[in-house]
Antibody, heavy 121, light 110 residues
Framework: QITLEESGPALVKPTQTLTLTCTFS??????????LGWIRQPPGKALEWLAL???????RYRPSLRSRITVTRDTSNNQVMLTLTNMDPEDSGTYYC?????????????WGRGTGVTVSS | QSEVTQPPSVSGTPGQRVTISCSGS????????VNWYQQLPGAAPKLLIY???QRPSGVPDRLSGSKSGPSASLAISGLQSDDEADYYC???????????FGTGTKVTVL
C-alpha cells in the first residue's frame, strides 16, 4: 500500500525559504519508472503542478518557479524535499506530494493529504 | 500559467448524465494523454481517469474520458450526490515541458 505524508512549517514570513518534506512508503523512488510530484493549491483556486522527480533523479520544474524551486531525494529514508526560496503571500496554499509512474503514464495516482502553508509577516 | 481551460461549473439532477469539457492546445492535450482528478470538499485530489480513458481500480464505469484533437471531456452518467466535487483535467505540455492542470470545474447535483 502506497502512502505519502507532507510535513513542514505552517507559517513562513515573506522572503523566507520554505522546505517541505514528503515521507512515503510502499514504493521505492529508486525503482525504474517511478516518480514523485509536488502540486499546490492556493486557497479557493485551481491545482498547480510544481515539480516532478524521477527514479533516475531527473527533475522537471514549473517554468515560472524555476529560479526558486529545488527538489531533492533521500532515497535511503524514503523522503523527497521541496525547497522554495523567497516566499511570497501568493505562495500560500496547500502543498501536496503524489506518486506517479510510467505505468500510469505519469498521472498522479496516489496523493498525500497535503500540508497548509501561509506566507505572512 | 494554465493553458487548459474548463467551464467553472456544471450541474445536473440525480441520474442525469453530465459532461465536463477541457480545452487545451496541440502542445498538451493534442499530443499527450489526459488525466482527470476529482477533489471532494476539504480532501486531496483523487485520480479518476488516466491515459485519457482508463479508470484506476475502484473508479466506477459510469465515469468515462475521451479526447478529440486539443480537447477532452469527462462524462459522468447516473449522477449521484457523491459526485459533487471539483474536477480537474491535466496533461503534459511539450512546449512548456511541464504538467498543466485545467482551471477546474465544480459539479453541483441539484
Amino acid at each position: 500500500q502506497i502512502t505519502l505524508e507532507e510535513s513542514g512549517p505552517a507559517l513562513v514570513k515573506p522572503t523566507q525559504t520554505l522546505t517541505l518534506t514528503c515521507t512515503f512508503s510502499g514504493f521505492s523512488l529508486s525503482a525504474t519508472g517511478v516518480g514523485l510530484g509536488w502540486i499546490r493549491q492556493p486557497p479557493g483556486k485551481a491545482l498547480e503542478w510544481l515539480a516532478l522527480v524521477y527514479w533516475d533523479d531527473d527533475r522537471r520544474y514549473r517554468p515560472s518557479l524555476r529560479s526558486r524551486i529545488t527538489v531533492t531525494r533521500d532515497t535511503s529514508n524514503n523522503q523527497v524535499m521541496l525547497t522554495l526560496t523567497n516566499m511570497d503571500p501568493e505562495d500560500s496554499g496547500t502543498y501536496y506530494c503524489a506518486h506517479t509512474s510510467r505505468t500510469a503514464l505519469w498521472a498522479f495516482d496516489i496523493w498525500g493529504r497535503g500540508t497548509g502553508v501561509t506566507v505572512s509577516s | 500559467q494554465s493553458e487548459v481551460t474548463q467551464p467553472p461549473s456544471v450541474s445536473g439532477t440525480p441520474g442525469q448524465r453530465v459532461t465536463i469539457s477541457c480545452s487545451g492546445s496541440s502542445s498538451n492535450i493534442g499530443s499527450n494523454t489526459v488525466n482527470w482528478y476529482q477533489q471532494l470538499p476539504g480532501a486531496a485530489p483523487k485520480l479518476l481517469i488516466y491515459k485519457t480513458n482508463q479508470r484506476p481500480s475502484g473508479v466506477p464505469d459510469r465515469l468515462s474520458g475521451s479526447k478529440s484533437g486539443p480537447s477532452a471531456s469527462l462524462a459522468i452518467s447516473g449522477l449521484q450526490s457523491d459526485d459533487e466535487a471539483d474536477y480537474y483535467c491535466a496533461a503534459w505540455d511539450d512546449n512548456l515541458n511541464a504538467y498543466v492542470f485545467g482551471t477546474g470545474t465544480k459539479v453541483t447535483v441539484l
